[in-house]
């Protein structure tokens, strides 16, 4: 493509090189290419692109890969396939990955679980960048409970704070869980400053938390008002649990 | 007045980061972006200047950076009282919507490329107002068929926008060797149209195959890319602030990363010297 004089020339130039060289697909910059510039200088640009895209996807999925011996041929199937969107994080391109590769393979129950597993990490990613301040706000939260739970069963009025970062997930096997597990287990993903942590949750507990997610912030007195008599020890040691979890904070 | 002096951030060298030779630290906003920080980036860790280095604003695109990244890369240099922001004179995407390539390219050296990149460099100026923007030249393995040279190109974004440079050394030494131009003229040519100046430094290889030398961050900074440094500062005197290494791979033991920073420094004071001495 010759040197162009209008703007709308110049983004139609600069797209059309984009596009092509994203999926390493090189005739149209080659064409463009100053007289005596070597051609096969693209190819190594968008090689060298790929290659180090086709190197993230693959520690991203690292889980998946285990024992997946056709995953080296779904990476390259992919990057070829699909381009990195703009502005991409790593984390879009390996959530794309995982949609893409479970349309196109045939995965077993249990690579569903990782896949799942991987989706929920991204997603906890996701909701963190959406709500950053919540987020910062409540691991500043958190750096207080090992101070007030000795206080739980004894102060009403504490506050008990849900972890505004979390995703809902189900493992259908036990690929991910312990050897006690019963499945189909209902697990739960959220951060706890910079890591991701995950928990299989009981069903009492699962109805609590939902209670906190639907509810708001509850003090520990007006939760105890929900519970008979005979299940308010039960309920100050799912608190007690869940915050030592990092799943609530208490302020 | 001696530019601070400091490396691009990586977990490998931050044990070193309190050598008194250090005063100055990169951030390189993609590894600094996540989102689920609760800490600055540079911890408790003091330093004279801060810059957030940036791989996405894709200034040669014919679209401006989009807000989201905008606000994300103005969010990170607040948090670590960052004064200066950066990014590569390239382009890495088409549109907002559209593609990412990865890295980099060399935008074609056109009148309509300077108009779209000098827009952009403004919009992304107006943006952050007084925490200034600095354009790195990039270091390519071709470039498209244009109406000017690089440094002609380069020259007039920096004479139209004001912006600093960033002054990439290492970039500079293998374009020229990889595209046969003089090093030291280049930095001569555009020199003059910068009001500020911050730069890099960083070690690659020469590929044999390739018969290019590859910038690649991943060997110490050679020989004649210290002279070309100090040739650097002379020409930019006061005008620069800063100087980074950067690398990537084959990370040095800790002697090394302390060794190269000193080098760094001792070049810079021995450039400066003078100047002092004259007050």
Known sequence: MAATTTFEGYREQITHYAQTMALGQNGPAEAGLQAGMPADRVGMFTSGNLYKRFDKLK?????????????????????????????????????RFLIWISEKADLTEEQ????????????????????????????????MNERLLDELAENGKLMVHLNPIHVWSRFETKALLDEEDIIPATVLFFPVGNDIRT???????????????????????????????????????????????GVIALG | MTPAIGYAIREQNRPILSDPAINAAEITFERADDPLRVDKYVRDMEFDLVSVHALKLSVASPEGPGVN??????????????????????????????????????????????????????????????????????????????????????????????????????????????????????????????????????????????????????HPIPQDVFKLYRRSLELAGDKCNAVFIERDQNFPDEAGWRGEARQVREIAEEVYAPALSTH
């Open chain 1, 59 to 95: 520690d991203a999925c690292e889980m998946l890969a285990e024992g997946m011996e056709e995953i080296d041929d779904l990476v390259k199937a992919y990057v070829k396939e699909i381009p990195l969107s703009a502005y991409d994080t790593g984390c879009t391109d390996a959530e």
């Open chain 2, 69 to 218: 990244y905008l606000e994300a890369l103005k969010a990170i240099a607040i948090e670590n009282g960052a004064e200066s922001i950066s990014d590569h004179m390239g382009f890495t995407r088409d549109g907002h919507d559209g593609v990412e390539l990865g890295h980099f390219a060399p935008p074609p050296y056109t009148q309509v490329a300077l108009d779209a990149t000098s827009r952009n460099v403004d919009l992304i100026q107006d943006y952050f107002g007084d925490t200034r923007f600095y354009l790195e030249n990039i270091a390519y393995l071709f470039q498209f068929e244009g109406e000017m040279t690089e440094a002609e190109f380069l020259k007039k974004v920096l004479e139209r926008t004001g912006c600093g440079w960033l002054l990439d050394v290492t970039n500079v030494y293998a374009n020229a060797i990889n595209f046969g131009y003089d090093a030291y003229e280049f930095i001569e040519e555009v020199m003059p149209a910068a009001d500020a100046v911050q730069m890099h430094l960083a070690g690659g290889y020469w590929d044999e195959k390739a018969e290019m030398y590859i910038d690649s961050h991943s």
């Open chain 1, 112 to 143: 569903k679980d990782i896949v799942r597993c991987q989706r929920s990490r991204h997603a906890v990613e996701f909701v963190a960048m959406k709500q950053r301040l919540a987020h910062v706000r409540f691991q500043e939260l958190l750096s």
């Open chain 1, 199 to 245: 928990v299989v949750i009981e069903p009492e507990c699962e109805e609590l938390i939902r209670l906190l997610d639907q509810s708001g912030v509850m003090r520990v007195k007006d939760l105890r008002k929900l519970v008979s008599a005979g299940d308010q020890e039960q309920l100050i040691g799912l608190l007690r649990d869940l915050a030592e979890m």
